[in-house]
């Protein structure tokens, strides 16, 4: 636990803290070195008009408005622009409420990196070796703490966790530029789509002109003949009429035959109960009843024996119930698929004119019948009469025809609205489009599908449960320590994927899904957290935001 930030004792200034002239003060940064070119007497950087005399640089007081006669002591820790107004003896601002004009103590920390040490970190009795692993910074050895310089050690660690990282970086553009490349190829893959539709929907178009061209003209043709073909004639209608009939007497026969079959069982049942009766009947019994049925039934008896009776022949009853078919009976398409009607048998004597004086007969009566319609004279029946096989033709050839110009009409508008799709710097979300990828925390298995949607899925089983769909890309400043595996978002501006209007809540809104995206080697999908009720943050690694190798030091934002 750090000390009091009070002034370190005077014991300390005596032994440290007294500059002479021409020396450097203690914990002057290289870039503040020109302010502190000091013989007898200091200039305050942030208020030229006030000098001092070189003794009181470094003296444990603030003497300056800005701080900056102190670079190496706590003195001046507690100016700050936040602070309350309030009286600083021995200031000549007389106040805590103003800024110090030098970033802190520095540390040179040779063998590793320099860096300043906020002021209230010097003599605190506290080795602050992540900043200053010289341990300069407790030159007075407040409680008797003495920090040994450590910096090789740290900077040889620091500079192998420094090469690791920028080879992972290395690798982790290696394989952007490899995204880029492939992004690009999909782009000119839509792009020659586009192109090629375009040009197939041209031709398409003028095929399809061409077509309702011809169809008109059919349309015209048919509708404006003298002899039209109405339906199928009464040709037609009598073999369709004939064809009812003779199916309504098949299916009599049939029913009739199946009575008959029942009449003869009973009949050669009851001639048999007749025959055994005669025979077995007692003629010595005086019936009048029964001798009268007994000379009846002899007298049938020699009757039918006596009869000529045509046998019916079954198999050519059964030949005759068979249904109408090419190989049976009557072939009825023979006459359906006739396309000869009796109007055409009626006017088939213009086929004995001589071929030219039929042709201008014909033509001639077509463009009267075509003025007379078209004045209103004689009525137009064509739009009452079913369209001619000819006309059907032309109908699907040009619908056909129409059907694909939209269907590729439809596929370039598509095409056209995902090359004007935002895709990134570079277009390099392409290359992730549609891809997945998943991790576990908790009891849930989370998933992110680019440029899609968000989900979740129970590991007790059950369906995913949607937790945002895809909407835009967004910048968002990041603010976290880096983490030593490098699986972080660290510190500057980070793209944001928004992912929105999810499956809703209990009780609560739809969810949705924040993707925040760092430089990693592979896509990772890193931590998942709900900041809120259903409002959710990811961090995913990726070599999408990756930028170029930067030297340590300087700070380069992420896409």
Known sequence: ???????????????????????????????????YDIKDTFTCIGHPSITIPASRVNDNSCDCPDGTDEPGTAACAL?????????????????????????????????????YVPFMY??????????????????GNVGGVKCENKCAEIGKEWRRVEKERKDNLERANKRRRTMVKESKEFRRRVEAKIASLTEEIKELEAKRDELKAKLDEVERQERFKVVKNEGPGKLGVLTGLAKTRVNELRDTLSKVMGERNQLMAKVQELEGILTEFKEEYNPNFNDEG??????AWEDYAAKKAGEVQEQLNEIDVQEVMKEDSEESGINWKEFEEDETTDTDILYSFEAYLPGPLRE????????????????????????????????KAAREAHDSVANEVNSKRRTLEEQQRDLEKDYGKDDIFRYLKGKCITTEAGEYEYE????DKTSQKSKKG???????????FDFDEADEEERHDGKGLGRGKRVVLRY??????????????????????KEELWRVSELEKCVYKMEVGTPAVCEEVVEPGHVKDEL
């Open 79 to 115: 100016l700050d622009h936040l602070s309350p107004e309030q009286p600083l003896p021995g200031s000549l601002s007389g106040t805590t409420n103003t800024t110090n004009a030098l970033p802190g103590f520095w540390c040179a920390n040779e063998g590793h990196i320099g860096a």
């Open 462 to 472: 059950g369906g995913k449960t949607n937790m945002g769909n895809f909407e835009r």
């Open 360 to 391: 201008f007969l014909h033509s001639k009566i077509n463009l009267l019948r075509i003025w007379l319609i078209e004045n209103g004279i004689l009525a137009d029946a064509g739009s009452e009469r079913s369209e001619s096989r000819l006309v």
């Open 290 to 295: 029964v001798k009268k049925a007994v000379r």
């Open 500 to 521: 929105e209007n999810g499956q809703g809540c209990w009780n609560g809104p739809n969810r949705k899904t924040d993707v925040w995206l760092a430089c990693a080697e």
């Open 448 to 451: 992110l599908c680019w440029l």
């Open 1 to 35: 636990m750090r000390q009091s930030p009070a002034l370190v004792l005077l014991g300390i200034v005596a032994r440290n803290g007294i500059v002479t002239a021409g020396s450097l003060p203690r914990g002057v940064g290289p870039e503040f070195v020109k302010f």
């Open 122 to 139: 010097v003599n605190d009795g506290v080795c602050d070796y992540e900043l200053c692993c010289d341990g300069s910074e407790e030159y």
